[in-house]
């Protein structure tokens, strides 16, 4: 299984809006609706932020949404601020019952 | 409050074994799967397999068929997780993480295991 395909850096200045992309096939991120995202800050163990593409955990900004069209999933980030700069990566359930992540994006607030 | 809560670093050699454990604590530990996620230095996540709290079924990634084993202990809600025949490209954090079926996302996570394969 190859990791889903995400720019492996974005930036944008506090208050701006910030897209992060994650692409797959039919057989992971276009053949279901379960596509999580996760947030890591350097050192820490990864956080959930959006599961089944577009809901939010308890507790998550509303600042952040998920959507998906095809086989790309995306990561709308609204009202950047500092504490956003961390590396975002993507996952999606398959069709061979695992999963997958994607290579990782970098986000710097500027 | 859930909580995941690992084992200490450990530094093996080429070849040899090691086994994680990952106790939870705040849920009932049988209603829900760990997952196990590791992440190799300066390197991006990469899923491991899952296995049920409730029954021991697993599922394991593909490349790691044959050398690694999840487990369970419900009478201590603790997951273990064992990988033999260590290369030096196994070195990485490991990490459990709790879901609730084999296709849920990952809503708590443990803090992470080093594990360094050096000789």
């Known amino acids: 299984q190859s990791a889903l395909t995400q720019p492996a850096s974005v930036s944008g200045s506090p208050g701006q809006s910030i897209t992060i992309s994650c692409t797959g096939t039919?057989?992971?991120?276009?053949?279901?609706?379960?596509v999580s995202w996760y947030q890591q800050h350097p050192g820490k163990a990864p956080k959930l932020m959006i599961y089944?593409?577009?809901n939010r955990p308890s507790g998550v900004s509303n600042r952040f949404s998920g959507s998906k069209s095809g086989n790309t999933a995306s990561l709308t980030i609204s009202g950047l601020q500092a504490e956003d700069e961390a590396d975002y990566y993507c996952?999606?359930?398959?069709?061979?019952?695992?999963?997958?992540f994607g290579g990782g994006t970098k986000l710097t607030v500027l | 409050q859930v909580q995941l809560v690992q084992s200490g670093p450990e530094v093996k050699k080429p070849g040899a074994s090691v086994k994680v454990s990952c106790k939870t604590s705040?849920?009932?530990?049988?209603?829900?799967?760990i997952s196990w996620v590791r992440q190799a230095p300066g390197q991006g996540l990469e899923w491991m397999g899952w296995?049920?709290?409730?029954?021991?079924?697993?599922n394991y990634a593909q490349k790691l068929q044959g050398r690694v084993t999840m487990t369970t202990d419900t009478s201590t809600s603790t997951a273990y997780m064992e990988l033999r025949s260590l290369r030096s490209d196994d070195t990485a954090v490991y990490y459990c993480?709790?879901?609730?079926?084999?296709?849920?996302?990952?809503?708590?996570w443990g803090q992470g295991t080093l594990v360094t394969v050096s000789s």
């Open positions: 296995i049920s709290a409730h029954n021991g079924n697993t």
């Open positions: 993480a709790r879901a609730e079926y084999s296709s849920s996302w990952y809503d708590y």
């Open positions: 996952s999606s359930y398959t069709s061979s019952s695992t999963w997958v």
């Open positions: 089944d593409v577009s």
């Open positions: 039919s057989s992971d991120v276009g053949g279901f609706n379960y």
């Open positions: 705040g849920y009932t530990f049988t209603s829900y799967g």
